[in-house]
């Protein structure tokens, strides 16, 4: 156990850090990000800001070990998201933009789409959690990415699996949205970079770099 305990210490570590140096190379190019966990669905620990300390603290969240007992509730980004999104208006009272709430629209159509899917294509939470976010991602213009954390490696492709990766390759090219997998795998003992992997752009998206993105 205490070799699991290390070793799961060890990755939040190194996903932390590998995300710190994500947002180092682009917010300065004014780009923004919203940051997701999943574990039984997709969960959002912060919706789209330019604030480093704000994603940070989120990163942080979202690398924590899954606590257990946790239910599908949501927590209180979800709810100030699912706010704007049908009213327009946050918890507060304070009205949101009209782009705020297209965004808010967006992370909250993947949010409610990706237990759904899971369940009936028969997927895991994550592919599930992915194909969700790319089909939220159709009606909103601007350029678009997302940058996913995981030990590849570590999981089995069976033939529904399969299906939703071309699901999801196939998506993101109708959305314009580049995805980009950060191989934790990829990184040994001294700490050495992780591999980023562009796993499919978007046919249309003029992409160039990590911009507005999903991490």
């Known amino acids: 156990r205490g070799l699991e305990q290390q070793s ?6 190194d996903e932390r850090d590998a995300a710190a140096k994500i947002l180092k190379m682009t917010l300065q190019n004014g780009f923004a990000f919203s940051v997701f966990s999943i574990e039984r669905r997709l969960r959002l620990q912060q919706g789209f800001t330019s604030d480093r300390n704000v994603l940070t603290q989120a990163i ?4 924590e070990p899954e606590k257990t007992g946790s239910d599908g509730a949501a927590n209180a980004t979800e709810k100030e998201l699912i706010s704007v999104a049908l009213t327009g208006v946050d918890p507060s009272g304070e009205k949101a933009t009209s782009r705020e709430r297209i965004l808010a629209q967006a992370l909250y159509a993947a949010l409610r789409s990706s237990g ?16 969700a976010l790319t089909q939220s991602q159709q009606e909103i213009a601007q350029r678009k990415a997302i940058i996913y954390f995981s030990s590849i490696q570590d999981k ?3 033939s529904h699996a399969r299906e939703a990766i071309e699901s ?6 109708q959305a314009g949205v580049g995805i980009y997998v950060v191989d934790m795998n990829s990184i040994n003992g001294n700490g ?7 796993v499919v752009v978007g046919d249309d998206s003029g992409y160039t770099g990590p911009p507005e993105g999903h991490g």
Do not use: C, F, W, Y
């Open 116 to 131: 759904p899917i899971a369940q009936d294509q028969h997927i895991r939470p994550l592919l599930a959690g992915l194909l």
């Open 8 to 13: 799961g210490a060890s990755m939040m570590k």
């Open 192 to 198: 050495s970079e992780a591999v980023m992997t562009s």
């Open 60 to 63: 942080n969240a979202a690398t």
């Open 156 to 158: 089995q492709i069976d």
């Open 168 to 173: 999801i390759i196939g998506t993101a090219n």
